[in-house]
């Protein structure tokens, strides 16, 4: 990235979801970002990603909602409710969070993004 407005440089190491959320605020508060990654490229990982409410406000604010958006089905935020169940044994339920209608979010196939 050129045309640097700080006088520092930070290295992200990772290039999943949370680097590349990283190198895209800094890059926009005039940082200069160097994103490394291990893999040579992104493969399919077959899982789903549940964005909520703080992050959609967090993407927006970065300018990168609507191509997010763009790769779900969905056209705009929509109500989910959460639960949370355990992965090990008989997958019981851990806790049932309760949805209001502030509760927006997302859900998008984590190979989209």
Do not use: W
């Not at 992200?12 to 959320?21: A, E, H, K, P, R």
């Not at 990603?49 to 056209?75: M, R, Y």
């Amino acid at each position: 990235m050129t045309g640097s407005s700080k006088d520092f440089r930070v290295a992200i190491v990772g290039g999943g979801m949370c680097g590349l959320v990283c190198a895209i605020g800094l890059a926009k508060a005039g940082v200069h970002v160097e994103t490394f990654e291990q893999a040579t490229s992104f493969q399919e990982v077959g899982a789903g990603v549940s964005i909520g409410p703080n992050i959609l406000f967090f993407l927006k604010d970065l300018g990168v909602l609507q191509a997010v958006l763009s790769k779900t089905n969905e056209q705009r935020p929509t109500m989910r409710a959460m639960r949370f169940i355990s992965a090990a044994g008989p997958h019981e339920l851990i806790y049932d969070y309760p949805a209001t209608p502030d509760d927006v979010g997302l859900g998008v196939y984590r190979n989209a993004l």
